[in-house]
């Protein structure tokens, strides 16, 4: 919902001396303050222990999945930190920063295929033509946002049957594949699969930063992982930066060195099909940690009584049974779902000019 909420706040803002940008900035600013302190408040650490009525747990049969759990202090301290760590780095750049060009890539590339005329060449556009080009372009960047969106639920659901490390070998083998076909789909023209390629890439963007927290947990244990979900949360800040800047830099040499527009992309595919290659290596080092890095017993026990005081030996539901609806939940989904449905309404709609 952020892109299209910035936009008409940008559009309500605008005023002939001004862009409307730190306004924009700033009520969006408020807007995320309130609701990420009311989930902050909202939350509740269940007490340890604890499981719903009439839950028994399944019995655990992957070798990747911990019964231990590691302290913040030592996660770090840990190889299988930085081979995650460099996971989520290398996933991220290499779908983020090729995702920042999207528009202007299917230009380029495709040039007035997108406007029935295939003869024309991006830079011979006239002013229609390049209108309808990024309306074109603009639905294709809608529709890579709603696979990223669906990609958080699909891959991520997925990988409780496959494993998190499977599931991450998919995203970078999968990925490597599309990569190395994007030339050829684009040198071929196939408008239709080069576009499926990189939603599937998208929703491996998405599926990715879903899916990573679980990865976490499964190796480090439940009692530190949202602090070290956060630690390893720099991996996506430095993509933020390494992959655009990447993209950007080899496409203005390609550009310079005056290689055709359409053809300016090919090489930035095999550099990015490269990153998630190393990608994989990193990922298929990944092995269950040693024992000794797990918190004692004790050292467990006395952490879970300083966190939640309740005796951490006890199990059961503590009365809390298997939860429910209430008023409060209701109105905490809506206030979650509502704008949900309505950034997915207005990109859906967007992207429907691809289908025109």
Known sequence: MGSPLADMLMNAYRTPVSVG?????????LIY????????FGYRVPP????????TPPPATRAMITHGHVHLRDAHKTPQFWLIWAVLCLNV??????IGVAAPMLQEIFGGSLVGAPDIGFTDFDDSQKRAAA???AGFVGLISLFNIGGRFFWASLS?????????????????AL????????????????????CVIASMYGGGFATIPAYLADIFGTQFVGAIHGRLLTAWSTAGILGPLVVAYMRDAQLAAGVPRAQIYDTIM???AAMLAVGFVANLLVRPLATRWFMKPAELAAEQARLRPVDAAHEGSFGIGRGGISGPAMLAWLAVGLPILWGIWITFNKALVLFH
Not at 93 to 98: E, L, P, V, W
């Open 48 to 55: 340890a222990g604890w499981r719903p009525d009439g839950w």
């Open 270 to 272: 095999l550099v990015l």
């Open 179 to 198: 990569y190395l076909a994007a030339p050829v789909l684009a040198g071929g023209h196939m408008l239709a699969l080069f576009v499926l390629a990189f």
């Open 33 to 40: 303050l309130v609701f990420m302190l009311g989930g902050a």
């Open 135 to 137: 309306a074109v372009a």
């Open 160 to 176: 409780d049957r496959l494993g998190r490390k499977l599931t991450y070998a998919v995203f970078f083998v999968l990925g490597v």
């Open 93 to 98: 750049s290499a779908s983020i920063g090729i």
């Open 21 to 29: 940008v730190w306004e924009t900035f700033l009520t969006l600013a």
